[in-house]
């Protein structure tokens, strides 16, 4: 992860890797930008990438000084990707794969935005217009 890679987040420059994990960094969670849930709504199955989220937390005031409080941030988990990738030189799903899943024979753990999801596992639903009609949304935004 380079300065470039976080220009514009707030906190990211002070924050420890515990804090992100713990959620208490108080950098601005990207789900919670009216732009990200409009582009979200627009392209359902759009495959993400971790600097397009980012920018939809780019300039956000934060939401306290690291360590202050406790807050859920998914923003938090994409740096933390990013670390993972600048340390092992792997993508993290790669990473999480040699190094957690095979190890602990987790044969049928993946991440779902590298892999399709397969047959046989539980469907994901929504009722997108509130109208009772159920929308398959296994693979919506992942």
Not at 18 to 44: E, K, M, P, W
Request: net charge positive; charged share 20%.
């Amino acid at each position: 992860m380079t300065a470039d890679d976080i220009s514009g987040i707030k906190n990211a420059k002070l924050v420890t890797i515990r804090q992100l994990l713990q959620h208490s960094s108080g950098v601005f969670n990207y789900i919670q930008s009216l732009q990200f849930q409009t582009a979200s709504l627009n392209d359902l199955t759009k495959m993400w990438h971790l600097d397009e989220l980012l920018d939809f937390a780019r300039s956000k005031d934060t939401y306290f000084t690291p360590g202050a409080a406790v807050r859920y941030s998914n923003t938090g988990y994409v740096l933390l990707g990013m670390i993972i990738q600048r340390v092992t030189g792997k993508p993290f799903c790669q990473f999480f794969e040699e190094r957690i899943f095979k190890p602990l024979h987790l044969n049928f753990t993946k991440f779902a935005a590298e892999y399709p999801i397969p047959d046989g596992i539980i469907r994901g639903y929504v009722d997108l217009y509130s109208n009772l009609q159920l929308i398959n949304a296994t693979n919506y935004s992942r």
